[in-house]
């Protein structure tokens, strides 16, 4: 059984995101897990049936929309209707952006799906990017927020959503961020073991070896 909603359920009491259209799953009954109005579990899908990402083409991450919540041919697929969690991808080797805007590596995205619990999600803090540089033990974190340059007046008698009403059940949502925009990298070669964290859940880890443009 599943129930749509329109809503910005992705970061319920953080600043901003556009609303999305979110297919949630109640719990406990079979059914295939939708997402943005698609199947999550899709032919382009490049994780094992455990959720372990697999390697794909570096130059497939170049086509990726950066900071956008389309599925993508890099998109993790849901191991399971009844799977709650994070998954990540990302490529094995990036550039740094250039620093003086020239043209070049745009960013590095870190392809990403997650099927989580809508009351773990109201009391979570932003989806979290962090970086360990694996060589030097350094630990780099991002939130993943953007200011709405036009946000909506809530309606004077509008309630807050009240997560005790959404119990047992979940929504689920692509993401597809520039690690780059949100976690400060310092401009040095570096291979960092990178992770996102949401809702209480920690995704799996990938490794990208980056350089200098």
Not at 17 to 29: E, K
Not at 32 to 53: M, N
Not at 61 to 87: H, I, M, Q
Not at 112 to 135: E, H, K
């Amino acid at each position: 059984m599943l129930l749509r909603i329109s809503d910005a359920v992705g970061r319920l009491g953080h600043s901003v995101i556009a609303s999305i259209t979110i297919i949630v799953v109640v719990t406990g009954i079979s059914a295939s897990c939708v997402v943005d109005g698609q199947p999550v579990q899709s032919p382009g899908a490049r994780t094992t049936e455990s959720g372990v990402s697999m390697k794909l083409d570096d130059q497939l991450f170049d086509k990726v929309p950066l900071n956008s919540r389309e599925r993508t041919v890099c998109s993790p697929t849901s191991p399971s209707p009844k799977w709650r969690g994070v998954l990540i991808q990302a490529p094995q080797h990036a550039a740094l952006p250039s620093s003086d805007g020239k043209k070049g590596a745009t960013g590095i995205p870190i392809c990403g799906l997650y099927t989580l619990d809508i009351a773990s999600i109201a009391t979570s803090t932003p989806l979290t990017l962090v970086a360990i540089d694996a060589q030097r033990g350094e630990t780099f974190r991002g939130a993943v927020i953007d200011e709405d340059p036009s946000p909506e007046v809530p309606a004077p008698n509008s309630k807050p959503l009240d997560p005790a009403q959404y119990q047992g059940v979940a929504t689920s949502s692509y993401f597809n961020p520039d690690l780059t925009r949100y976690v400060m990298l310092p401009r040095r070669p570096a291979v960092y073991e990178v992770f996102a964290e949401y809702g209480g859940a920690v995704s799996n880890r990938v490794t990208i070896q980056v350089v200098l443009p």
